[in-house]
């Protein structure tokens, strides 16, 4: 679930740390088959881009039949020949306890846009993180760092 903006702070990961973790490509996050990158690449090359938001389309999709793989890629084709750097919204989900530590890094908002960033060879992307969970993504992703308070927290921080 998408992280409330009050208890954010806005910090920069290098996308091959996060990529390790957070594998757009494999399909798991939106339950279909893996997206193929040469795929994405050629629907770049050929102009074919999907400009509505998954949020808008999960929706209709419901309730209609949808090409997942092919409106993924589309998707993933449009962020990569137009970036939208907003941050992505990542956090931890499991739990460590005495049975072992069940945790990992999780990308709830932003997988098309690391899709992008992945296939462009970004050095870095922006996250929006909880504050209290800044210690737990740092033992996973070592390259985060904090760049900025969140949105809520105004010019007083």
């Given at each position: 679930?998408?992280?409330?903006d009050?208890?954010?702070?806005?910090?920069?990961?290098?996308?091959?740390?996060?990529?390790?973790?957070?594998?757009?490509?494999?399909?798991?996050?939106?339950?279909?088959?893996?997206?193929?990158?040469?795929?994405?690449?050629?629907?770049?090359?050929?102009?074919?881009?999907?400009?509505?938001?998954?949020?808008?389309?999960?929706?209709?999709?419901?309730?209609?039949?949808?090409d997942?793989?092919?409106?993924?890629?589309?998707?993933?084709?449009?962020?990569?020949?137009?970036?939208?750097?907003?941050?992505?919204?990542?956090?931890?989900?499991?739990?460590?306890?005495?049975?072992?530590d069940?945790?990992?890094?999780?990308?709830?908002?932003?997988?098309?846009?690391?899709?992008?960033?992945?296939?462009?060879?970004?050095?870095?992307?922006?996250?929006?993180?909880?504050?209290?969970?800044?210690?737990?993504?740092?033992?996973?992703?070592?390259?985060?760092?904090?760049?900025?308070?969140?949105?809520?927290?105004?010019?007083?921080?």
């Amino acid at each position: 679930m998408p992280h409330a903006d009050e208890d954010t702070v806005e910090a920069e990961v290098r996308v091959d740390d996060l990529a390790r973790h957070c594998n757009p490509f494999d399909g798991q996050e939106w339950d279909c088959s893996p997206i193929p990158r040469e795929e994405v690449l050629d629907r770049v090359a050929r102009g074919e881009l999907e400009f509505e938001p998954w949020q808008v389309v999960n929706i209709r999709h419901r309730s209609a039949p949808l090409d997942d793989v092919s409106y993924h890629a589309g998707r993933i084709a449009c962020l990569y020949a137009n970036p939208d750097r907003s941050p992505l919204d990542i956090g931890m989900e499991g739990h460590r306890d005495a049975y072992g530590d069940c945790r990992r890094v999780r990308l709830f908002d932003g997988n098309h846009r690391l899709a992008a960033a992945i296939l462009r060879m970004d050095e870095t992307v922006r996250v929006k993180v909880m504050e209290w969970e800044l210690e737990a993504l740092r033992e996973f992703l070592p390259s985060l760092r904090v760049v900025g308070p969140g949105p809520a927290c105004g010019p007083a921080c």
